[in-house]
């Protein structure tokens, strides 16, 4: 078990941080949100936590159970690339109707999250990875993360805040760990 001083050293020294997306980087849940795409913006304006990461020259992922082209838009807003986004594709029939989602992809599939951070582990042989996020498939992604920090900023999952060893609802307390 990592202690709380030590889960904020890892943070410290983090190689990747993984970002949730639903009530996490944005305040509803993607499908909310597919209506409204151009609210977006607001919603992620307060994440200045993902440049002062990238300044530190940490990579910055994003992973979701939700749907790829929602989280493209986040991410093009937080200057993450498109190549550090994990999420489900849409599939649609030549006709334009929607034909389900790409289950290969693994934010498909349980333990998804935890797929991911597997994968990048092995692809860029990062010694540490956060997970960030507000729900029970997040605080599952760890291991293979090698910590979890809990956020409860936009929604509180009682299992999510009582069990992580680090829990806030503010990114700003994260943005004033990396500037100590």
Not at 18 to 38: H, M, N, P, Q, Y
Not at 160 to 178: P, Q, R, S
Request: with cysteine; glycine share 8%; hydrophobic share 40%.
């Amino acid at each position: 078990m990592v202690s709380h001083s030590e889960l904020r050293k890892l943070f410290y020294s983090a190689d990747a941080v993984c970002f949730d997306v639903d009530s996490t980087v944005i305040r509803e849940e993607g499908i909310d949100e597919l209506a409204k795409i151009c609210g977006v913006e607001d919603a992620v304006s307060e994440m200045e936590l993902v440049s002062h990461l990238q300044e530190r020259n940490v990579q910055v992922f994003l992973i979701s159970g939700g749907f790829r082209s929602i989280v493209e838009h986040v991410a093009s807003k937080l200057n993450i690339p498109g190549t550090n986004v994990f999420a489900n594709r849409l599939k649609f029939y030549f006709n334009g109707e929607y034909a389900g989602f790409d289950e290969t992809q693994p934010t498909a599939e349980s333990g998804g999250k935890g797929k991911v951070i597997k994968l990048l582990k092995e692809k860029f042989h990062f010694k540490k990875i956060i997970m960030i996020g507000d729900g029970a498939t997040d605080m599952e992604a760890c291991p293979p993360a090698d910590a979890f920090i809990g956020f409860g900023g936009n929604v509180i999952r009682q299992q999510v805040k009582d069990n992580a060893k680090w829990y806030i609802t503010d990114f700003v307390e994260l943005v004033g760990e990396l500037e100590e």
